[in-house]
């Protein structure tokens, strides 16, 4: 006896392998769940690389406007040395005669806002992934 695609044993009524029931008495072709699968790992791949690289936009973000920053107390630092020079005439300050008005040498200042930057500048170029 010859059962239609999808049906086989007595009376054609089981359902044969990779067919499942679709009603009382009818039999239909399994979905191949290899593709939703696969589908479904890629957009969360897709969502994972997005995040990462979301989260390094945000850090270099984060540490350019902290370079920007330091950038200009630097530059603040130079007009305040260049401000309240020595007074010897020639314009530039000595570490030991120019102070800020808070008190702390502007020079002093500088040389600790490079510092930062230049660390700054080390760790951005670092693969923090």
Avoid at 107 to 114: G, L, R
């Amino acid at each position: 006896e010859a059962c239609d695609v999808g049906y086989i044993g007595p009376l054609c009524l089981v359902c044969d392998e990779g067919y499942g029931r679709s009603g009382a008495s009818s039999c239909g072709k399994c979905r191949d769940e290899t593709l939703f699968v696969l589908g479904g790992a890629f957009a969360f791949g897709v969502v994972i690389v997005s995040f990462l690289v979301w989260k390094q936009m945000r850090a270099g973000d984060q540490l350019e406007a902290k370079l920007l920053d330091i950038q200009e107390r630097v530059a603040a630092a130079r007009r305040r040395s260049h401000k309240h020079g020595s007074g010897s005439g020639s314009g530039q300050a000595t570490p030991h005669t120019t102070m800020s008005t808070t008190g702390t040498s502007t020079v002093a200042d500088a040389a600790e806002a490079k510092e930062r930057l230049q660390h700054l500048r080390e760790y951005q170029t670092k693969d923090v992934l």
